[in-house]
């Protein structure tokens, strides 16, 4: 039982102080490309991550303070590791605090038992936009242009179209109150929006869109991308 206990505290990722510093050394360890390091780093990586020391050797290693020789060989290409270590931090924050069922693009509904399933069937956490839309009429093709976007900055929303005329539902929904925004969240009916172009200007961009529907707050925070390529390059 010990023994995985011990197992399991040398596979987390450790916190306070002392826990980041060893999690942070671990993880620049991990990172260097040990295949162009010099003999004599090769060597003290060997000594400084062996996988073969006894265990208690192992956490005495980690719990001990910095050698000269690790600062010197820590020390190096740091600003780039550092930000590879923070976006992995990020990350894994990021995936703790998420919740629900994550989307791709924009869902397209065939039939009214489609609509009612998706708005009785999804997850209670997940708010679901459908767009009824005809084509040819006004502002239709611009508003589904703008959800494809949408659906790339929210991707724990559900965002759904349908065709008035599939919906089953085309004497309810004239041309004259399309296009037709619905907001769901866990059944319920959130927010109905008839006509929604009217709300914006007569030329309109997705974040119009989203401003629109989060003056209503129908919209989560919207996610921050954790990987930043730029940060690379700059380093590189």
């Known amino acids: 039982m010990s023994d995985r206990l011990i197992d399991m505290e040398d596979n987390v990722t450790q916190t306070g102080p002392k826990g980041v510093i060893n999690d942070w050394r671990r993880f620049k360890l991990e990172s260097m490309d040990q295949e162009n ?41 740091d600003e780039g590791c550092l930000k590879k270590y923070r976006r992995r931090c990020m990350q894994e924050m990021h995936d703790k605090l998420s919740f629900g069922p994550r989307f791709e693009g924009v869902h397209d509904l065939d039939s009214g038992e489609a609509f009612l399933e998706v708005i009785e069937k999804e997850h209670h956490t997940t708010m679901v936009v459908v767009h009824i839309y005809k084509v040819g009429v006004k502002g239709c093709e611009e508003l589904n242009t703008c959800l494809d976007c949408l659906a790339t900055e929210y991707p724990s929303v559900k965002f759904c179209r349908i065709d008035a005329v599939a919906s089953g539902a085309a004497e309810r929904f004239s041309d004259e109150v399309l296009p037709t925004l619905l907001v769901y969240k866990a059944g319920e009916l959130l927010g109905n929006f008839l006509a929604c172009t ?30 930043v390529d730029e940060e690379e390059n700059d380093v590189e």
């Open 37 to 77: 390091l010099p003999s004599a780093k090769k060597e003290l990586l060997r000594q400084m991550s062996s996988p073969h020391k006894a265990r208690e050797d192992t956490r005495a290693n980690l719990n001990r303070k910095m050698s000269v020789q690790e600062y010197e060989l820590l020390k190096e290409e």
């Open 198 to 227: 009217q709300h914006l200007n007569e030329e309109f961009f997705a974040t119009d869109v989203e401003a629109f529907l989060n003056s209503y707050g129908l919209l989560p925070e919207k996610e921050v991308p954790v990987a």
